[in-house]
C-alpha cells in the first residue's frame, strides 16, 4: 500500500487551514534565506505557496550569500522581539563563513518553528513538550498515523542522523515507544539491520535501502530526494524492488515533501506570545 503524502497533506493543510481561518490574530511567518542556492529557492517559494493557501502571513527576507553573520544575528533579533512575527525559520544551508549553530540558537524557541533550537531539541530529548517539532519526522509522524501503523513495540531503523531528520526522527519515534536503530555511514551491516525491522525510514540522499529483503509487510518511508544518473527525481529507496515485500511504501515525490510543507504549516499555525 502507498503512504499517500499528497493526499493527507491536503487534510493536514486543510486541518490547518480552518484553524487559523478562526483566529483572531493570524500567525505571520518569516523565512529567511541567506544566498542563492537553487534548492533553497524553490524549498522557500513553496512554504510562500503553502502559507498563502492556508491564511497564513508569510514574509521571505532575501540576504545576500556575503552577508555577515552579525547582520543575520541582529536580523533574528529584531525579529524575536518584533510581535507581529509569531515565527522564524532560517532557511538551511546557510553560507561556509555563518555558523549555523550560532545562529540557529539565537532563535526564539517559541518562534522556531523548524524545532531546531537547543531548547527545543532539549525538550524533546528529555520529554518535556517542546513547542515546535522538527517538521519532517513530525510529518512522517502524521503520515504513519494516517494509516494507523503501530509504532509502539515496533523495531524501526532510521538511516541518517542530521539534526533535521535522523536525530530528531529517532528522539520522536523513542517518544512514542518504539525501539529505535539509527544508522548512519558507520554503521556496518545496514542491510541485516533493515531485515529485521517493522518500520524503515531512510534520510540519506542515495540509493541505500536496495535489498528486496526489508521484512513482509513491513513499513518503509523514503525521505530521500535527489536526481539520479538520468536527471529523473528519485528517492532512498528502490521502490520497484522494495514495494514487492513491504506493505507500506511512500514514493518519492507524493511522500514525504509534501507532508514536511504539511507539517511546517501547522506549526505556523501555533502563537505562543
Ligand atoms: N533545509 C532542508 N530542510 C530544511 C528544514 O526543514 N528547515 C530549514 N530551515 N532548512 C532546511
Known amino acids: 500500500m502507498i503512504l499517500d503524502g499528497k493526499q493527507t497533506s491536503e487534510k493536514v493543510l486543510a486541518m490547518v487551514q480552518e484553524k487559523v481561518a478562526a483566529m483572531e490574530i493570524k500567525p505571520h511567518l518569516v523565512v529567511i534565506l541567506v544566498g542563492d542556492n537553487p534548492a533553497s529557492k524553490i524549498y522557500v517559494r513553496n512554504k ?37 512575527v509569531t515565527g522564524i525559520l532560517v532557511q538551511l544551508p546557510l553560507p561556509k563563513h555563518i555558523d549555523k549553530n550560532k545562529v540557529i540558537t539565537k532563535i526564539s524557541p517559541l518562534k522556531d518553528v523548524d524545532g531546531f533550537t537547543p531548547e527545543n531539541v532539549g525538550r524533546l530529548a528529555i520529554g518535556l513538550e517542546p513547542y515546535f517539532y522538527p517538521a519532517t519526522p513530525q510529518g512522517i509522524i502524521m503520515l ?19 539534526n533535521i531528520v535522523g536525530k530528531p526522527m529517532t528522539q520522536m519515534l523513542l517518544k512514542r515507544n518504539a525501539t529505535v536503530t539509527t544508522c548512519h555511514s558507520y554503521t556496518s551491516n545496514i542491510e541485516d539491520k533493515i531485515k529485521t525491522a517493522d518500520i524503515v525510514i531512510s534520510a540519506v540522499g542515495k540509493k541505500i535501502v536496495r535489498c528486496k529483503m526489508v521484512k513482509k509487510n513491513s513499513v518503509v518511508v523514503d525521505v530521500g ?49
Open 48 to 84: 510562500q505557496k503553502a502559507a498563502l493557501k492556508v491564511g497564513i502571513q508569510s514574509t521571505v527576507i532575501e540576504m545576500p550569500s556575503e552577508t555577515a553573520e552579525e547582520e543575520l544575528l541582529n536580523t533574528i533579533e529584531e525579529l524575536n522581539n518584533d510581535i507581529n
Open 225 to 273: 530526494i535527489f536526481k539520479d544518473e538520468n536527471g529523473q527525481l528519485t528517492g532512498d529507496v528502490d521502490f520497484d524492488l522494495v514495494s514487492k515485500s513491504a506493505g507500506f511504501i511512500s514514493p518519492v515525490p507524493g511522500g514525504v515533501g509534501p507532508m514536511t510543507i504539511a507539517s511546517l504549516m501547522f506549526n505556523a499555525s501555533k502563537i505562543y506570545q
Open 144 to 162: 504513519l498515523d494516517e494509516y494507523n501503523i503501530p509504532i509502539e513495540g515496533a523495531d524501526a531503523v532510521v538511516i541518517g542522523r542530521s
